[in-house]
């Protein structure tokens, strides 16, 4: 995220990791259709690290949504 930490960049980054994991998976299932299935699974297989890293995204956007939460909630 190079153009800074927010809640719309973070979106948008997630965005485009579901996106890569779909067109991932949509090969995959090509793969699968024409009688291919070992290779199905092993196209399939390589969504974990675009995955695992949707997965950080995910988490960094509710940190920041939870920091700006608070930030805007007035002390007692």
Known sequence: MAEGLSITTGLRELSTRL???S???KAAVVCA???SEQQALR????IDE?????QAL?????LIGRMQ???ETPAP
């Open 33 to 35: 259709e024409s009688g």
């Open 69 to 71: 939460g608070q930030a």
């Open 50 to 54: 675009v995955l695992h890293e949707a």
């Open 43 to 46: 196209i399939a297989l390589d």
């Open 58 to 62: 995910h988490g960094a956007i509710r």
């Open 23 to 25: 067109a991932i998976l």
């Open 19 to 21: 996106a890569d994991v």
